[in-house]
């Protein structure tokens, strides 16, 4: 097990979006770097993914990719990473990226991201995490997401308490204090559906 805590990033894997959705991929994975920390996330070397993680290695992190096999030519994986694992299906995908975090850190992205963010933030519902999930809100980007969890709780679908499932950080620094205070539980099969 690496002694440095990883962060595992979901971002949008387009490409053709504003400037400062760029320039904050950039940003975060040079500070995943600098601030001491490896990178974990889909693998793939296009959009913000790539950004992030062409970042993050030129700043000193460890970079793990994990890519399914059949999107591995679609996504173009990485090939400069520390390691890409191929997983077989989408579901080993999400485990083994899990697995391998300690934190995760959700930038501007779309229905992929949507959807491993909210896998995680359920196994975070039902007890089955506790690993910090922080919304990194680019210029406003997660604030319609951030109304959502509020009209569910608003409309008694959700708890109250359930806002906390989910840390909102406003700056991309802004995000470090949430993952500073997570326990290391990289590599720990901690979650019961595992
Ligand atoms: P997107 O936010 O749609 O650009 O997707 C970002 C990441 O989510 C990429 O790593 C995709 O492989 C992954 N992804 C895309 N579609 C799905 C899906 N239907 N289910 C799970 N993950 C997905």
Not at 47 to 55: K, R, V, Y
Not at 144 to 168: G, S, W
Not at 169 to 185: H, I, K, Q, S
Request: net charge negative; proline share 4%.
């Amino acid at each position: 097990m690496s002694e440095k805590k990883s962060i595992c990033v979901f971002c949008g894997s387009s490409g053709k979006v504003d400037q400062a959705y760029r320039d904050a991929a950039t940003k975060f994975g040079t500070l995943i770097g600098e601030r001491g920390y490896n990178l974990v996330y889909g693998g793939g070397r296009v959009g913000l993914m790539g950004l992030t993680a062409d970042a993050a290695l030129a700043a000193g992190a460890a970079v793990t990719g994990v890519i399914p096999k059949f999107l591995e030519d679609y996504e173009v994986g990485h090939q400069g990473l520390n390691e890409l694992i191929i997983t077989d299906n989408m579901h080993d995908r999400k485990r083994i990226m899990y697995e391998k975090a300690d934190a995760f850190v959700i930038l501007p992205g779309g229905l992929g991201t949507m959807d491993e963010t909210f896998e995680v933030i359920t196994w975070t519902q039902l007890g089955l995490s506790k690993k910090p999930v922080v919304l990194a809100n680019v210029n406003g980007f997660w604030d319609p997401l951030v109304a959502l969890v509020d009209h569910f709780v608003a409309t008694n679908f959700a708890k109250p308490e359930n806002r906390n499932f989910i840390q909102v950080a406003d700056t991309l620094e802004g995000v470090f204090p949430f993952v500073t205070e997570a326990p290391v539980t990289h590599g720990k099969v901690e979650s019961k559906w595992v």
